[in-house]
């Protein structure tokens, strides 16, 4: 049986969508290798990066055998990445919480699905603070001016208006996941700046439930009752 001449490196660009498990191998001779499950070697462990053995076949690899030392399997590997990603990016939490993953970790996530509780939450949470910091900056103003002695100020305002810009990108990244969660392309988040009609899509993108399953987007969020 002839085998692809040196040795590869494996990596992984692996699909679960459907139950289908499929990747890649990177050959010595510099051409990529396609390869699914039924194209490893019974028992054998592989993980990114290994070095495998391999039978060529026009753009495909079969015969798969490691050349390397044994490494975790590949079931193992994907359930390990799945719960990193789930505890990650989908795990229940309380509203501040989600307020802060959104606005410190998440800020730029236009990729990924929220759940209603995250979104609520961080609006709940931005509204709260944005009341506070502009109650505070009355009283600053007035105690700068001594309480209507001095002349007026508005340098007061100046700590809610960095909230305000800080949290615009936030802002956006939670409605865009909130409308991936329930199945809808992102785009939609422009419905939400129309005059009239942006108070009724907030509203309606808040409160469709999410969906059921696995989508383009990613696993549905931990927490979600079914």
Not at 125 to 147: D, E, P, Y
Not at 193 to 215: D, H, K, T, W
Request: aromatic share 12%.
């Amino acid at each position: 049986m002839a085998r692809n001449e040196g040795e590869g490196s494996a990596r992984f660009s692996i699909s679960l969508r459907r139950g289908k498990h499929y990747g890649y191998i990177n050959g010595v001779d510099g051409k990529r290798y396609i390869f699914s499950r039924g194209d490893l070697t019974q028992d054998m462990n592989i993980a990114r990066g290994m070095l495998v053995e391999f039978t060529p076949d026009d753009g495909t690899a079969h015969d798969i055998i490691a050349a390397g030392p044994a490494a975790p399997s590949l079931d193992g590997n994907l359930q390990q990445r799945g719960r990193t990603a789930e505890n990650r990016s989908a795990r229940s939490m309380g509203l501040w919480g989600y307020f802060l993953r959104a606005l410190i970790d998440d800020y730029r996530n236009f990729t990924g699905r929220a759940r209603r509780k995250e979104f609520w939450a961080f609006y709940l949470w931005f509204n709260v603070v944005l009341v506070a910091l502009f109650g505070f900056g009355i009283l600053l103003n007035l105690a700068i001016s001594g309480f209507d002695d001095g002349p007026r100020t508005s340098i007061g305002y100046i700590p809610v208006l960095l909230f305000v810009l800080v949290a615009i990108l936030p802002s956006i990244a939670v409605v865009v996941r909130r409308l991936h969660d329930i199945g809808l392309t992102g785009w939609l988040v422009l419905l939400c700046y129309i005059p009239a009609l942006g108070a009724v899509a907030f509203l309606v993108f808040g409160l469709l439930p999410s969906q059921f399953r696995e989508n383009r987007w990613g696993p549905m969020p931990a927490g979600v009752t079914v």
